[in-house]
């Protein structure tokens, strides 16, 4: 079926898991999320599930479109910058403008 280097059993609290270590064909993993109730682990393994989708999405498609206010933030940067080429109270209208968008 397959090869590996060691393969150790190891306890996790109250637990007993098999360890498979330096295998040749590195194609699955077993995560072990633990938290303090059922409540924690069920946000745990929808977190997890939402960054496997994410991955696998990014790998399927790499054109990416950042999210988390990046294009406001590209936008006041290039609004600051044509600030500092426009003199008087055009720029400081424009430097007003910019501060707002951060």
């Known amino acids: 079926m397959g090869f590996a280097e060691n393969i150790n059993e190891m306890m996790i609290g109250e637990d007993k898991f098999i360890k498979f270590s330096g295998c040749k064909s590195n194609k699955s993993c077993t995560i072990v999320l633990r938290g303090s ?17 994410v991955l696998v999405n990014t790998i399927k498609n ?3 479109l950042y999210g988390g206010g990046n294009s406001e933030m590209r936008m006041a940067a290039a609004v600051e910058k044509l ?15 910019a501060r707002a968008l951060r």
């Open 37 to 53: 109730s059922k409540h924690i682990l069920d946000e745990a393994e929808r977190s997890f599930h939402d960054a496997i989708c």
């Open 62 to 64: 790499s054109r990416v």
């Open 83 to 97: 600030s500092k080429t426009v003199k008087g109270k055009t720029a400081i209208a424009i430097e007003a403008y």
